[in-house]
């Protein structure tokens, strides 16, 4: 990033932080009267010269801002000048601090030093507190490489454990490592006591100073125990941030030196620096702590701007949600605006509110970092638990082969569902932390009581119907599927079954929606009245859609037609391939898809309803033997029966109804054959094919048109000759062209062959007998 730019933004925070922030600093909460304390640090900062001229110039600041507030009724100055009075409020201070820790450095320089400050009475309890501290450190780093152990062993039980999720292990592993690092700082804390009570110093008596550290040790190294849960360098199993070895050594590192330096400087230095030189030299003092910690966290988020902003880019391509997908990548281009922002805020809370406004930046700060990182985990369990492929057993797969495809399009966005409530419930936190939203005020309200249970109930609802859909439709499925161990369901099973599934799902969709928006607050009422009324509307305008529902209902009940049967519905013949509550789709022998509206069906023939028969008529002709053709048709039929493909098929023995017909060239002998239902056109085929090879076996004649000519009779009953001529010859009588001479014959040129000339003598006589 441009220096510039920077600049310009900081200063730019800034600004905002002191607008949002910024107070009378002398608004500090009075103590009760009579209380001693109070009086004597009155008196000790009118002692002090440079103390007293603090005081007088904050007094002076005091009625000056009070002057320029207007009196009452009259407008409030514009946001412009607010800005400026507070600008210009917050700089006079921090110069009077700068010039009073001058003036206390001066005056300490141009008075006798000694008659100002105990030498030896620094250099011991200088000696004395370096010694607390090194025991207090000893002790900790001892404790610590002592609990190593059990630290890495806990660490490969979260990566490579059994019997729970993943995030669940390292949840409890976390915080079983988080409860023995506050064991370890509670020890060094108790044994720095132990020191610095009968070791160091007078026997029996804590000094202060030791005090000073020894709390600030436990705060700071309880703090760097809480940043350790989330950035672990050494141990992989114990780090709740899912980064890299590298980049949580590098974080925690920078962490852990920004705690100390605010930790011990402002809890442990500042301190002594006001006991034993000058209040205003060690407010002064913690100032620039503040400034160059802040300095200090400015150079570190620069840096890491575009690394930051790649890992976040990287995180961002990987998640499934848009919303997720988006706001991380918002937030990968802009996550250094927010923590210039953020410690923008610390420094001017500090240097104008320090009593008030920094403790509640620490417990917003642990707030908001507590809500995220529960937020991250709660989705990271969800993930693991339900956000993987549900896998069911094998057996229960093969009885409900539907259950888990619809499980794994459930769960997805059941679980996009649950992570969208977790984001909203972490801003609401967050937001309440920093108290820009009264978390508990709005709950206790009637409107967010009220918002928080009309959702609850709208989950339960939603979650008791894909329930209840999830078990009727398994069941059905449960008897649909021939391998649940009772068998084949027929058709008719089939197809109420697939009906009743169809109305289940309308049924339970328009149910769960009027429940929903009753419970939500919107009146059903008119909605069920508007309902009738349309219905009613529409039962007068629509009666053919009603008769194709009513004649579809009584189909179904008496069983007329179910899918897969062959059918002839309203003049079309053809499979019933789908059948609904209205209509009946019918597939042709030619592949055409028919739909057919019951209103239009006054006639159901099926093919398939318990057997079937093949009824062949066969002609023979008039001079075969009717008893030979019966004969051959019976040994038609038993090599159809000894067919291992077609025997099957056949359910009795070949009906011969003897002689139906004697046609004009034929007599017709009729056959049946009973069949399975649906087989009776294949079995035909094969029986015609059989019949035909036994009839020419037998060479029985099977008639075939012929045509007869008659050129009448004279009266003795002889037929005039037919005197026939060939006008044209191509083909002799042999077959070859006209002119081509047998084998063994030579060509004569010039010979005229007779044949191709009429001849006289040639006369036919038909009797108009075939």
Not at 277 to 282: D, K, L, N, Y
Request: net charge neutral; proline share 5%.
């Amino acid at each position: 990033m441009n220096p510039m730019r920077a600049l310009t933004l900081m200063l730019g925070w800034m600004l905002i932080a002191l607008l949002a922030l910024a107070g009378p600093v002398q608004a500090q909460p009075a103590e009760p009267d009579g209380q001693p304390s109070a009086n004597a640090a009155l008196a000790d900062l009118l002692e002090n010269e440079q103390s007293r001229q603090q005081l007088i110039d904050q007094l002076r600041g005091a009625a000056a801002a009070a002057a320029a507030e207007p009196p009452p009724g009259q407008a409030q100055p514009s946001l412009p000048r607010q800005l400026a009075e507070i600008t210009s409020h917050v700089a006079s201070d921090i110069g009077s601090q700068l010039k009073a820790i001058v003036n206390a450095i001066g005056g300490m320089f141009d008075r006798d030093l000694e008659s100002t400050f105990d030498v030896e009475a620094f250099t011991s309890a200088a000696i004395n507190l370096g010694l607390v501290i090194l025991a207090t450190l000893a002790l900790f780093m001892a404790f610590r490489r002592l609990a190593r152990p059990l630290f890495t062993s806990v660490s490969q039980w979260s990566q490579s454990g059994e019997g729970l999720t993943p995030v669940l292990r390292l949840v409890i592993c976390v915080a079983l490592a988080a409860v023995v690092d506050v064991l370890i700082v509670a020890f060094a804390y108790l044994g720095g006591n132990l020191i610095a009570t009968f070791a160091i110093g007078e026997t029996g008596e804590l000094s202060t100073r030791a005090s000073l550290f020894l709390n600030a040790f436990l705060v700071i190294e309880l703090l760097k125990a809480a940043v350790r849960m989330l950035f672990a360098s050494r141990y992989e199993g114990l780090r709740l941030l899912p980064i890299s070895a590298e980049e949580a050594s590098y974080w925690n590192r920078w962490i852990a030196r920004l705690i100390g330096l605010v930790g011990y400087g402002l809890m442990v230095v500042v301190p002594l620096v006001n006991a034993y030189v000058s209040p205003a030299v060690g407010q002064g003092l913690g100032t620039l702590i503040m400034v160059g910690a802040f300095l200090y966290a400015v150079i570190v988020v620069l840096k890491n701007r575009r690394r930051l902003r790649d890992a976040i880019n990287a995180k961002a391509a990987q998640t499934t949600m848009t919303a997720s997908r988006i706001s991380l990548q918002l937030f990968a281009r802009t996550w250094h605006l927010f923590a210039l922002a953020y410690f923008v805020m610390v420094l001017t809370v500090t240097l104008t509110r320090p009593v008030d406004a920094l403790p509640f930046v620490l417990f917003a700060t642990l707030k908001t970092i507590a809500a995220v990182v529960v937020g991250l985990l709660a989705s990271s369990f969800l993930t693991q638990t339900i956000g993987r492929r549900i896998r069911l057993s094998d057996d229960l797969r093969l009885k409900l082969p539907l259950l888990e495809p619809r499980l794994n399009s459930y769960v997805p966005n059941a679980l996009r569902l649950i992570r969208t409530v977790i984001v909203v419930l972490v801003i609401m936190l967050v937001l309440d932390a920093w108290g820009a939203f009264d978390l508990a005020a709005w709950y206790a309200s009637e409107a967010g009581s009220s918002l928080v249970g009309k959702l609850v109930s709208v989950a339960v609802i939603l979650a008791f119907a894909i329930g209840l859909w999830l078990s009727l439709a398994s069941l059905i499925e449960h008897k649909l599927n021939p391998d649940t161990g009772t068998g084949e369901p027929d058709a008719r099973a089939k197809t109420l079954l697939t009906l009743f599934r169809n109305a289940l799902a309308i049924a339970l969709v328009t149910i769960t929606t009027m429940i929903l928006l009753a419970e939500i607050g919107i009146n059903i009422g008119p909605l069920i009245a508007g309902a009738g009324m349309l219905g009613l509307a529409i039962s007068f305008g629509a009666q053919k859609l009603v008769q194709d529902i009513i004649t579809g209902v009584f189909i179904q009940v008496e069983n007329a037609m179910n899918t897969g049967d062959v059918v002839t519905v309203g003049g079309v013949t053809g499979v019933a391939e789908h059948l609904s509550i209205r209509s009946v789709g019918i597939r042709d022998l030619n592949g055409t898809y028919h739909i057919v509206p019951f209103s239009s069906v006054d006639t159901v023939s099926n093919y398939m309803r318990e057997f079937g028969y093949h009824v062949g008529e066969y002609g023979i002709a008039y001079r075969e033997s009717i008893d030979d053709a019966i004969l051959a048709l019976r040994e038609a039929f038993d090599e159809l029966a000894a067919d291992e493909d077609l025997k099957m098929n056949i359910l009795a023995p070949l009906e011969v109804a003897g002689v139906v017909a004697l046609a004009d060239s034929s007599v017709n002998i009729r056959v049946r054959i009973k069949t399975t239902p649906g087989t009776q056109w294949a079995t035909g085929r094969a029986f015609n094919r059989l019949v035909k090879l036994h009839f020419d076996a037998r060479g029985i004649e099977i008639p075939f048109p012929h045509t007869t000519l008659y050129f009448g009779q004279d009266k003795t009953g002889s037929a005039p000759p037919a005197n026939l001529r060939v006008m044209q010859q191509d083909f002799d009588i042999d077959g070859r062209p006209g002119g081509q001479p047998r084998s063994g014959e030579s060509s004569r040129a010039g010979s005229e062959d007779p044949r191709s000339k009429p001849n006289p003598e040639f006369k036919g006589d038909f009797d108009g007998e075939d």
